[in-house]
């Protein structure tokens, strides 16, 4: 099984940015799509941003739109995740994941992602 590896998090102060990274054990190019969620205490895990490897594609959250930007290396079997402009209410842990089948929809429905990163805490404080 792939295993998916996030690592990048820390604490910043609020305007700060953080860069996180994603690498999977196998290909990147074997998924249909990889993308970020995040899940702040007592609240449901949401996507973020969301990729495809093989033809980039790219989705964001209105959450984010304009202060994240999403990103891929394929040679790396990366992805990464420029977050910029953070927010307190950004504070959650971020989790990367993948979806190896070809989905209907872009970005695919939760149940669709296949592996999952242990996640990287971002704390952002006011």
């Known amino acids: 099984q792939v295993q998916l590896v996030e690592s990048g998090g820390g604490l910043v102060q609020a305007g700060g940015s953080l860069k996180l990274s994603c690498v999977a054990s196998?290909?990147?190019?074997?998924?249909?799509?990889i993308g970020w969620f995040r899940q702040a205490p007592g609240k449901e895990r949401e996507g973020v941003a969301c990729i495809s490897p093989n033809d980039s594609k790219i989705h964001y959250a209105n959450s984010v739109k304009g202060r994240f930007t999403i990103s891929r290396d394929n040679a790396k079997n990366a992805v990464y995740l420029q977050m910029n402009s953070l927010k307190p209410e950004d504070t959650a842990v971020y989790y990367c994941?993948?979806?190896?089948?070809?989905?209907?929809?872009?970005?695919?429905?939760?149940?669709?992602?296949?592996?999952w990163g242990q996640g990287t805490q971002v704390t952002v404080s006011s």
């Open positions: 196998g290909s990147t190019k074997d998924y249909y799509a």
């Open positions: 994941t993948g979806a190896r089948d070809r989905s209907n929809f872009f970005p695919p429905l939760f149940h669709e992602y296949n592996d």
